[in-house]
């Protein structure tokens, strides 16, 4: 694939340019056509051109929460991630999704997919490896590994919050598979997913009694 040669128009839109910008870049020595005919149809190098669009390809944050009223968690995260590529000298964007770790269409995310399959980006940045999906994250790494697209994750330990939104992600699974079992109206489903909402709530409740304990003067 990268010794292919592909005409001017295919080139341009592999770099996300216009023609004419590549024969301004062919007039000042920028990016040479790897051959060129008598008749001045331009030809370039896949490999060329894969080597201009990763130098030129952003770092890439990407943050997440599972719910609106974690919005402030949101924007404690790309500030966060911004500030880091900043620190690096790094120029970075930023993704943002709203939505379960077990979600996999969220539409950060999707982008995000769709950047490394085109190679569009440099490097992914994440606060912590859950951020990206609660389970299968790890195909997501092999894509980047495969694209030769670094991977950081700033913190490697357990994030903040981590059983609240473990159990909101358990109770999503047991709600799709009971529906499916039971029938979504079904008395027994009910049930059970009143019982599961309990012990979110109880999980919850644990973590704001022991933020305010830990906020009390000793």
């Not at 910008?21 to 001045?40: I, V, Y």
């Not at 700033?154 to 047991?174: C, R, S, T, W, Y």
Request: charged residues 30%; hydrophobic residues 35%.
């Amino acid at each position: 694939m990268e010794n292919k040669l592909v005409k001017i128009g295919v080139a341009a839109k592999m770099l996300g340019t216009t023609p004419g910008t590549l024969r301004k870049w062919e007039s000042t020595g920028e990016l040479l056509p790897f051959r060129k005919t008598a008749g001045g149809t331009r030809y370039y190098s896949v490999s060329d051109l894969l080597s201009v669009r990763a130098s030129d390809a952003p770092t890439i944050c990407y943050a997440r929460v599972s719910s609106h009223d974690q919005k402030e968690d949101l924007d404690r995260q790309q500030i966060m991630l911004e500030s880091y590529c900043a620190a690096k000298g790094w120029r970075s964007e930023t993704i943002k999704d709203l939505g379960s770790g077990m979600n996999y269409k969220k539409k950060g995310l999707n982008q995000l997919l769709e950047m490394i399959l085109k190679r569009q980006m440099n490097r992914l940045v994440i606060t912590h490896k859950d951020r990206l999906l609660r389970f299968g994250s790890e195909l997501v790494f092999a894509l980047c590994e495969l694209q030769e697209i670094e991977i950081v994750i700033i913190h490697k330990g357990e994030q903040p919050k981590f059983e609240e939104e473990l159990a909101n992600d358990v109770l999503e699974i047991i709600t799709v598979f009971s529906a499916r079992l039971y029938g979504s109206r079904s008395h027994k489903n009910k049930k059970l997913i009143d019982d599961l909402n309990l012990v979110v709530k109880g999980i919850e409740n644990g973590n704001n009694a022991g933020a305010q304990n830990h906020a009390e003067p000793q």
